[in-house]
């Protein structure tokens, strides 16, 4: 059973424009969330948090937001940029847990 | 500071045989997750290691065993190996159970 789940399996934008991502949960018990970013061949590497006690956080380019009630949340990117080219996972956890459950992930391409 | 680092960085084994994956954590972080990541899916947790006790497991056969030494690296061990057992392996550390965690580069196993 899937708890994470990123529907949309690629993107793609334009350079300079918004990049929006989203993930979908199914646990209310999530309380602490991720997005990370692959490239071939590499670990992901870790881009943004967000604990459940906010409903935004933002880091240069990056923002996350989450709307709890709606179990979503979503990553955006501005402005986009060819080298954010790659797949993002989303992840989550709770509080009570210790690992971290990731979807499926959505490959952006950013196109100059 | 040294990132998470993992070894081999690719591995061929045929099925039925055993191998060892391992990982040396992140400076001042004393847990480390595995996760295995198979083609199109997000990583998925096989267990988490914390002072060098199992903390954690997720949804993985017993032939999925590891070990935390006293300076945090990690092994994680595949005994009896098959064909979907093709996969990458990925190390996380992070200073706590809940915290973020960060990730090596994976080591690619190929099971023939």
């Known amino acids: 059973d899937q708890q994470v789940k990123q529907n949309s399996p690629s993107l793609s934008v334009q350079e300079g424009r918004i990049s929006i991502l989203n993930c979908d949960y199914t646990?209310?018990?999530?309380?602490?969330f991720l997005w990370y970013k692959k490239y071939p061949a590499e670990g992901p590497t870790f881009l943004i948090s967000?604990?459940?006690?906010?409903d935004k956080n933002e880091d240069g380019r990056f923002t996350v937001f989450l709307n709890k009630s709606a179990k979503h949340l979503s990553l955006h990117i501005v402005p986009s940029q060819p080298g954010d080219s790659a797949v993002y996972f989303c992840?989550?956890?709770?509080?009570?847990?210790?690992?971290?459950?990731f979807g499926t992930g959505t490959s952006l391409t950013v196109i100059p | 500071e040294t990132g998470v680092t993992q070894s081999p960085t690719h591995l061929i084994k045929t099925r039925g045989q055993q191998v060892t994956l391992r990982c040396s954590s992140q400076?001042?972080?004393?847990?480390v997750s595995w996760y295995q990541q198979a083609l199109g899916q997000g990583p998925q947790f096989i267990f988490q290691?914390?002072?060098?006790?199992?903390?954690g497991r997720g949804n993985f056969p017993p032939r999925f065993s590891g070990l935390q030494f006293p300076n945090y690296s990690s092994e994680l061990n595949v005994n009896a190996l098959e064909l979907d057992d093709s996969a990458l392996y990925l190390c996380?550390?992070?200073?706590?159970?809940?915290?973020?965690?960060?990730f090596g580069p994976g080591t690619r196993l190929t099971v023939l």
């Open positions: 400076s001042g972080h004393n847990t």
């Open positions: 992840a989550a956890s709770s509080n009570t847990g210790n690992q971290f459950y």
């Open positions: 290691y914390y002072r060098e006790e199992e903390n």
């Open positions: 996380a550390s992070s200073r706590t159970g809940a915290d973020t965690q960060y």
């Open positions: 967000i604990s459940s006690i906010k």
């Open positions: 646990n209310s018990m999530f309380d602490y």
